[in-house]
C-alpha cells in the first residue's frame, strides 16, 4: 500500500468539505425532494445495518420523504461504497460504513475507487465494542486459558470473521499480533454468519459485535471472554473484562459507523445532513435506542471525520505491515 497516497486524505477531505461550503442556500431547502437511499456493505443483523435502519426511519420524519436503506453485502463492505463513490453528487444515495471498510480498501490489490478521490465525509453515527466469543463447549473460561489453549495447538483453532479486512478480521489480527498466538481465518460474508457458526460448532471462536453476541450471549449458546475496548462496556455484562486486563495488554479495537456522500455534493447539504444527524442521534430516544442494539450513539463534523478517516489510514498501514495482510 502506498502511504502517501493516505496521507493526502486528510488535505482533500478538508478541501472538499471546504469549497463545497460556499453552496448557494437554496439547494438544502429544496433538500431532499425525493427518497434518499443509504447503501449499506453488509447483511441484516449487525451494527451497520442496525445502525442504519434506526437513522433512516428519524431522517426520513425530518424530511417528509423516504429513507431507504439498502444491503449490498460483500468484499467487507467495498461493494456498497463502490456504488456510492460511482454515483451522482446529489445527496441522494449515501453510505454508511463501518471502520472496517477501511482496511479492506488498503488490502484490496485494484480498488475500483479512491477515500479521498470519490466520498465526501458528513458524519460520525455510532461506536461499537467487540466481543471475543467462544463455544462454551471450548475448554476455555478465560482469555488466558484460550491463549494457552492456542499455545498447545497452534494453527489448530479457527476463528470466523465477517470477511477480509472485516472489523472481526483487523480484531483477530491484532489478537495475534498481540496474543503472540497462530488462529486460522475463516471468513464470511457478515459477522452475524460467523457468531451462528460459533454457536453450532462449526468454529471455535470470533470477535464479533455486542449487537450480533447479546441475544446468543443471552441464551447461553455463546461464550464471552472478553471486550476489545480499553475499558469494560456497560453494553454487555459486568462481568465480561476486557481483554487487556486479561492477558493481552494493550488491546484496544473500537469500530466506528459513519455516513458519507459523493464527493462533489453542495456544501450546504452536507452542513443539512451533518445538522440533522445530530440532531437525530443524540436525543434521548436515540441513544436508548442504539444501546439496545449495542450501540454508542456519537457524531461529529465533516473535518473531524475526515480526521478520523485519516488516522484509521494510518492504523491499518501499520497493522498490514506488522502482520504482513494480505488480500485473500
Known amino acids: 500500500m502506498q502511504m502517501s497516497r493516505h496521507w493526502k486524505l486528510i488535505s482533500i477531505l478538508f ?18 425532494a425525493k ?24 431522517l426520513s420524519e425530518s424530511f417528509g420523504q423516504p429513507v431507504v436503506v439498502e444491503n449490498r453485502p460483500g468484499a467487507s463492505g467495498l461493494i456498497a461504497i463502490e456504488k456510492v463513490a460511482q454515483s451522482a453528487p446529489d445527496g441522494y444515495t449515501l453510505v454508511l460504513i463501518a471502520s472496517s471498510s477501511i482496511l479492506a480498501h488498503a488490502l484490496s ?30 475448554p476455555v473460561r478465560t482469555v488466558k486459558d484460550l491463549v494457552a489453549l492456542a499455545h498447545r495447538q497452534p494453527g489448530k483453532l479457527n476463528y470466523g470473521s465477517s470477511g477480509v479486512g472485516g472489523a472481526s478480521h483487523l480484531a483477530g489480527e491484532l489478537f495475534h499480533l ?6 486460522v481465518h475463516v471468513p464470511y460474508k457478515g459477522g ?67 455516513i458519507l456522500g459523493r464527493t462533489g455534493m453542495p456544501g450546504d447539504m ?8 445530530a440532531k437525530i442521534v443524540n436525543t434521548s430516544e436515540m441513544k436508548e435506542s ?6 454508542e450513539a456519537q457524531t461529529n463534523t ?27
Open 15 to 32: 478541501a472538499g468539505v471546504t469549497v463545497q461550503g460556499y453552496a448557494p442556500a437554496s439547494l438544502s431547502q429544496s433538500y431532499p
Open 35 to 58: 427518497p434518499v437511499h443509504i447503501v449499506i456493505g453488509y447483511p441484516p443483523g449487525g451494527g451497520t445495518d442496525a445502525t442504519a435502519r434506526l437513522i433512516s426511519q428519524k
Open 109 to 138: 490489490p485494484a480498488p475500483s475507487f479512491d477515500f479521498e478521490r470519490d466520498l465526501a465525509p458528513i458524519s460520525l453515527a455510532t461506536v461499537q465494542p467487540f466481543v471475543l466469543l467462544v463455544n462454551p463447549v471450548l
Open 178 to 183: 498481540l496474543a503472540k498466538v497462530k488462529l
Open 192 to 258: 452475524g454468519e460467523s457468531v451462528v457458526a460459533v454457536a453450532a460448532g462449526q468454529i471455535e471462536l470470533t470477535f464479533a459485535s455486542s449487537t450480533s453476541a447479546l441475544p446468543l450471549l443471552t441464551s447461553g449458546k455463546l461464550r464471552a471472554l472478553g471486550v476489545t475496548t480499553p475499558k469494560r462496556t456497560s453494553l454487555l455484562p459486568a462481568d465480561v473484562p476486557t481483554l487487556a486486563e486479561s492477558g493481552v495488554p494493550g488491546y484496544d479495537h473500537v469500530v466506528w459507523y459513519a
Open 270 to 277: 452536507v452542513t443539512r445532513l451533518n445538522s440533522t444527524l
Open 290 to 295: 442504539f444501546r439496545r442494539q449495542g450501540l
Open 302 to 328: 465533516p473535518p473531524q471525520l475526515a480526521a478520523l478517516v485519516r488516522e484509521e489510514f494510518v492504523k491499518n498501514a501499520n497493522l498490514i505491515k506488522a502482520a504482513n495482510l494480505k488480500s485473500e
